[in-house]
């Protein structure tokens, strides 16, 4: 059975850094490509950072490029999102997610080729 555990989440200024953390059981991080997505309140989950595992690859919404880093720790089986210059737009409830088979570079952060998510962490910014 496949868990995906978010962690690292809380209330920053305007500003300010978080990492986020996702532990994986029951899948193995280096496999196929994960994924950060968020949700704000009153609007649709978009996906912010991809990592294609098999290497090193990254994608990012154009929002958080410059701001956001996505890697993973092997060792640890677990993937970070290390924010940082985080502004009130980044208010959100922060989802990993992983994917069982490759992905087409095209679609890393749509949510469809994504298998298994976690339960989601809040990242709170004031202004």
């Known amino acids: 059975q496949v868990q995906l555990v978010e962690s690292g989440g809380g209330t920053v200024q305007a500003g300010g850094s978080l990492r986020l953390s996702c532990a994986a059981s029951?899948?193995?991080?280096?496999?196929?490509?994960m994924a950060w997505f968020r949700q704000a309140p009153g609007k649709v989950r978009e996906g912010v950072a991809a990592l294609y595992t098999p290497g090193t690859v990254t994608h990012y919404t154009d929002s958080v490029k410059g701001r956001f880093t996505i890697f993973r720790d092997n060792a640890k089986n677990t993937l970070y999102l290390q924010m940082n210059r985080l502004n009130p737009d980044d208010t959100a409830t922060y989802f990993c997610a992983a994917a069982r088979k490759p992905v087409m570079y095209s679609t890393w952060l749509r949510e469809s080729p994504y298998d298994y998510w976690g339960q989601g962490t809040q990242v709170t910014v004031s202004s």
């Open positions: 029951g899948y193995t991080i280096g496999n196929q490509c």
